[in-house]
């Protein structure tokens, strides 16, 4: 089964550095997942 989630995401400018660092710890856990095809973060700066 394969599960696709689209996230559109806002931060302010000055919690972009914070929000970054979180996305980072938080990803890495999820691409650990077994059977994870992958993750992807694209940003519009």
Request: charged share 25%.
């Amino acid at each position: 089964m394969a599960l696709i989630a689209l996230l559109d995401l806002t931060f302010k400018p000055e919690s972009l550095a914070e929000a970054r660092a979180l996305l980072r710890t938080v990803l890495a856990d999820t691409r650990a997942f077994e059977g994870c095809l992958g993750v992807e973060v694209w940003v519009d700066e």
